[in-house]
């Protein structure tokens, strides 16, 4: 696993009432993208944020950082090398992680789109159910905790479709076995193309009536859906689960899903506008 930091992020640091949360608290909201003040959001949470990367076989993953029109992006695609690692997932991935204890609320936003590059692959008869690109952690999967759980926004493609359709997930690791089982999961009516934008945001709260609100916009017709789970973020009923960490945007899948993809010709290539993450003021 490799990993390496970026000095860039957090532009922008205020505090703001996120009014659809139910308990109203203050929230401090980031930019993760730009390059000013990352000190501030390490410093006020203890956290160490950084971009990881996971090269596998011989797939390299690639970030590219820029501006376009005064907007804020950051490209993630992943290119052939001669190189070969023996692992059977590949990624890219913002980490904030180990955050406080007392952190039970988040909000995420960002605009995402994928490249025409990927068009060839979509108009195929291919099927792909892992292309992950953000999950919220309640508790971590790869270290010794009693009840890891996460919620993950993934794209899956049937074969008789030529378009992304997102899937929401809850998962709970099964700690005798070692493999992660689905707790609840709902597909959202829209459909994800080539060269279209698409917003989306996603609110987490796990006190009081917690639960997740993810709403997702754009495409042709500029078509709305919103998503709405109530009471789950840890498998264990006698929790007083935190959130643990968050990948607010990555590039998650395997290595065969990009053999298949660069058999017909496309890459797997997307862009993250301006995203942003709001966590309590006061903790």
Known sequence: MKLFFL?????????VSVSSFASKKAMSCYSIIDKFNIRHLNHKYKISKNMQTT???NWQ???VMGTLANITFAEFS???SEKWVDDDRIRIQMNLYDLPSTVDEAYIKFKFSFTDELENFLLSDNAIKWLTIFEIWNEPGWQDKPYPYRISFNLHKNSNEHFLTPV???EYKNNINGTWEVDWQESL???IYTNQIYSLYSKLLLTGDSGIEIGLSGGEGNKKVKFNKSGTMNHSLASDANIWGINPIKLYTSPEILDRIKKTGAKLKINFYSPEICLPFNI
């Not at 000095?7 to 505090?15: C, E, G």
């Open 7 to 15: 000095t860039f992020t957090v532009a922008i640091s205020l505090t």
């Open 189 to 191: 009516d829209i459909a």
């Open 55 to 57: 090269m596998a076989g």
């Open 78 to 80: 992943f290119t052939q």
């Open 168 to 170: 929401i997930s809850g």
């Open 61 to 63: 993953p690639n970030v």
